[in-house]
């Protein structure tokens, strides 16, 4: 086994928030950046957990994010409420356009909020949860960085714009759909790079001609696998026309992106909240939900499967084991986190070592 820390939730949320302090990000906001990535690591997101915070760290350093901003509505009709995000820091921009999605859905059993000139929001699931807690269907889209061909193209115009779906459970854990468009998000990748490991699976990422690579430095230097070719591209392209089409903020290629120094990053994100009691009550539909998650983990598995997952299992399972034990981090990404950290005198949290050097 290689070097790894485990380290508990509670203490790695302190570090991230300390961290983020250290470089001026006030209280509140540090607090909200360090819980959105410390619970998708607590979900074995790892790609969308502190590993970004090195990233984030950059971004505020080089004032190409502004740590201060906060955003500012910039016209609500109906559900519709339009929201320019000022280069303020995605989860600061994010929450509050939710705290406007959910207010808006109860009003008017279904709300669009859509922000530009936003910053990375971390995972997806973060937000399109907001809403189930609420009761409602949360559904969460963003544009991100160009580091996609649409399908038979060999430069990048797209990013690995995710889509992610929360619908309220009942007896059973909820459903929570999400996904990059991407065969995997481009975290996945910056995280061999981070703990240096030479290759990736087949199937994520392609070279600068558009062949596919198992190289990690090609596949950094080269583009990433649109989900299941043409239908990939066709969904990062709904996205981009949900978010930046329809908010008016940077599409495809004017993008900047979270290794990309000396530019803003100009995200757009869409939230959409659906109120279930305008069709049903609550409990109505969570009890049919239920239904149809047992019927999708009844199929009987597959030749060399034990059994059948619905969407959000695999993270449901991940987060239950890694609350009681804490949360294993890879000792490339704890340096980079560490280099952050001593960057702004901030000290190493409580943690364990596990493992060898290799
Ligand atoms: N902020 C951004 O710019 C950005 C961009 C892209 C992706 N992301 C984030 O990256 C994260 C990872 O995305 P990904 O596409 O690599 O995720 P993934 O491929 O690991 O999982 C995608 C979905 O498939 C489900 N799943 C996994 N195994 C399954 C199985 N055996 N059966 C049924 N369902 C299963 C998961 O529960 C999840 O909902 C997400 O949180 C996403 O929001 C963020």
């Not at 990690?216 to 981009?240: D, N, Q």
């Not at 149809?292 to 499967?305: D, H, N, Q, S, V």
Request: hydrophobic residues 40%; negative net charge.
């Amino acid at each position: 086994m290689s070097q790894r820390i485990r380290i508990q939730a509670e203490e790695l949320e302190r570090y991230a928030t300390a961290v983020l302090r250290a470089a001026d990000v006030a209280e509140g906001h540090a607090k909200l950046v360090a819980r959105s990535l410390v619970e998708a690591n607590l979900r074995g997101v790892d790609s969308h957990g502190v590993q970004l915070l090195g990233f984030y760290m950059e971004q505020i350093e080089a004032g190409d994010v502004d740590r201060h901003a906060v955003g500012r509505v910039v016209s609500e009709s109906g559900g519709c409420l339009h929201y320019d995000g000022e280069n303020g820091l995605g989860q600061v921009v994010s929450s509050i356009c939710c705290g406007h999605g959910v207010r808006l859905a109860r009003e008017y059993g279904i709300s669009l909020v859509v922000a530009q000139e936003s910053n990375h929001f971390g995972a997806a699931a973060f937000w399109a949860q907001h809403y189930a807690r609420h009761g409602l269907i949360g559904i969460a889209l963003c544009n991100a960085s160009p580091m996609v061909p649409p399908w038979q193209g060999r430069e990048p115009r797209l990013g690995t714009n995710p889509i992610c779906m929360a619908v309220p459970g009942g007896e059973v854990r909820p459903w929570l759909l999400d996904m990059a468009t991407t065969t995997v998000a481009a975290g996945k990748i910056y995280k061999a790079m981070l703990n240096h490991q030479e290759t990736i699976p087949h199937g994520w990422a392609m070279d600068r001609e558009g062949v596919s690579t198992t190289e990690t430095a090609v596949a950094l230097k080269g583009l990433l696998a649109p989900l299941g070719g043409y239908k990939g591209s066709g969904l990062a392209m709904m996205v981009e026309i949900l978010v930046a089409g329809l908010g008016g903020g940077a599409i495809g290629t004017e993008l900047g992106g979270l290794r990309i120094r000396g530019k803003r990053m100009r995200a757009s994100q869409t939230f959409i909240g659906i109120d279930i009691a305008r069709f049903m009550p609550v409990e109505a539909f969570t009890e049919r939900m239920d239904k149809l998650i047992r019927m999708m983990k009844e199929t009987p598995p597959a030749k060399g499967y034990d059994e059948v997952l619905v969407a959000g299992e695999p993270e449901w399972r991940a987060e239950e084991i890694r609350r009681r034990d804490g949360i294993p981090i890879e000792a490339g990404n704890w340096e980079t986190l560490k280099a952050a950290a001593w960057r702004h005198g901030v000290p190493e949290p409580e943690y364990e070592l596990e493992g060898a050097l290799e």
